[in-house]
């Protein structure tokens, strides 16, 4: 990872028009109204039965890229979400508020260490378990959801992290998110929208799943409170925003110095007293005031060519932050008729595919001739192994991620 002291800070990150912008609920997201519109029920999941007659449907008439043995590579690759937190579901199988092995006479034995070692101790530990970026930020209770899909989250004076039987209580000392990124297989990536691109997919779920549950077990050995999250009870983009991991693009996700958009986020929300990173600006929002090529290639028109606005553009959206918004609810249609996920923004990206300042767009800041963060960004990845320089060119070649798979 890219040493954040080493980037430009970011003095406001996210620009929010205070009095509009609430608390999200799960039950807006797209995934939720979709299911709902198909199945007349509230769920997560039932938007999937489209996708997956599709997805036989075009098995079965032979096309490439969506054979039987792709398809069977991405459910094996899925396994260990599902087994895991299914995408991510508060307090629910390994993603328990509580400790899963760890034993009373650790959990309840508090490490008395100074922040900045804890914090150090806490981001090794992030790798070692799977993560390849990772960032510290106050837990600010406005991106933790308002709802889940029954139950309210509530932020309490005093307790452990619980469920009751109609809130999730998450106690106000529980102030730190830890949140993490592991990158996506960028050659799989770039079959988008063919099966072997949902694979990569869901190898990056399956790793967050393992990450998530490993760091918030370690947490509890050390004494302190943790609630491991996949996509679930908190907005993991700001969070990441917070911490310092990227800032958010065009396409609606985050964007890291080093992978681009290619990667998942997770997060462990604790009371452990850690040190908050700081949020960076590499660039991006002026690169992707230039760069339409997300929008160009998604094939549902979900990606907006304007400008960065305060206003939602569908219900699935949380009006009053500065961004570019996106139908989330025609991305997921699409999926549907593909009859898998679809990743052509991520894939076409050009952080994802290697950029480096020489492919630059000409924009305002070029003009000064001093240089920008781009510039910059392209020279830190070079330094720390993530551009390869002799390659430089239309299609620089990204060294790292070096994992492949699980
Ligand atoms: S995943 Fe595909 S359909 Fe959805 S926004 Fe990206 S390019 Fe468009
Ligand atoms: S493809 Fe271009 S406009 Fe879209 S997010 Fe990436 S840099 Fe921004």
Known sequence: ?????????????????????????????????????????????????????????????????????????????????????????????????????????????????????????????????????????????????????????????????????????????????????????????????????????????????????????????????????????????PLAVEAGLGQLGRLGLLITPEFGPNVRLMKVLTDMPLENDHAIDFGIPEFCDNCHLCAEHCPSSAISFGEQSYDGICDNNNSGIKKWYISAEKCLRLWQTNGASCANCIAVCPFTRGFESMQCFECKKCETKTGCELQVNTHLRAKYGYLDVDTWGNKPKVLKPRRRGL
């Open 1 to 237: 990872m890219i040493p954040r002291k080493e980037m430009k800070k970011s003095e406001s990150p996210i620009d929010i028009k205070e009095g509009v912008y609430e608390r999200f609920p799960v039950t807006r997201q797209a995934f939720v109204t979709v299911s709902f519109q198909d199945a007349g029920e509230i769920g997560y999941n039932h938007w999937m039965n489209k996708m997956m007659e599709n997805m036989v449907r075009r098995m079965m008439s032979g096309e490439e890229g969506r054979r039987q043995e792709d398809n069977a590579l991405d459910l094996g690759a899925n396994a260990l979400n599902l087994l895991i937190g299914e995408y991510g579901f508060p307090n629910f199988q390994f993603l328990k508020w509580s400790p899963l092995f760890v034993p009373d006479m650790l959990a309840n034995h508090p490490v008395n260490m100074p922040s900045n070692e804890l914090s150090n101790m806490v981001k090794k530990a992030a790798v070692l378990y799977g993560a390849d970026l990772v960032g510290i930020a106050s837990l600010d209770p406005k991106w933790v959801y308002s709802k889940d899909l029954f139950k309210s989250f509530e932020i309490v004076d005093e307790g452990s992290p619980q469920e009751t039987e109609d809130a999730f209580l998450i106690p106000r000392k529980v102030n730190k998110a830890i949140v993490m990124a592991v990158a996506m297989d960028d050659e799989m990536i770039e079959t988008s929208p063919l099966v072997d691109a949902s694979t990569a997919t869901s190898l990056g779920y399956s790793r967050m799943g393992i990450t998530a549950v490993s760091l918030a077990e370690y947490i509890r050995g050390l004494g302190y409170q943790a609630i491991p999250c996949m996509n679930d009870t908190a907005l993991s983009i």
